[in-house]
């Protein structure tokens, strides 16, 4: 049986975070909206003792590469709509 991993690395900028606390939440509600809508892996992996930028990876598991990134590039996209006054610095995706 053939899958693909398909994997995004998201660097973001979050400016109404004014403390560790305010970044926690923006980013569990952020977390919790990618794993219930997509049913996917997702961590927070880099910046985080940092009060406005974080890393979150998200990981896909599919039959076909089509498949995983056309989720990859849903995933993306709803982030985007849901930063209302944050921004995506990078996004960096990998298929394996």
Do not use: C
Not at 1 to 20: T, W
Not at 26 to 45: G, M, P, T, W
Not at 57 to 86: F, P, Q, R, W, Y
């Amino acid at each position: 049986m053939s899958y693909r991993i398909g994997v995004i690395v998201l660097e973001l900028f979050l400016p109404d975070a004014h403390s560790l606390k305010d970044k926690r939440s923006i980013v569990r509600s952020l977390v919790a909206k990618i794993r219930q809508r997509f049913n996917v892996s997702v961590a927070e992996i880099g910046h985080q003792e940092l009060w406005q930028r974080t890393v979150i990876v998200v990981a896909v598991v599919s039959a076909s590469a089509a498949v995983a990134d056309k989720s990859l590039t849903a995933i993306l996209g709803m982030v985007e709509a849901n930063l209302t006054s944050g921004h995506v610095v990078s996004a960096e995706r990998e298929m394996l």
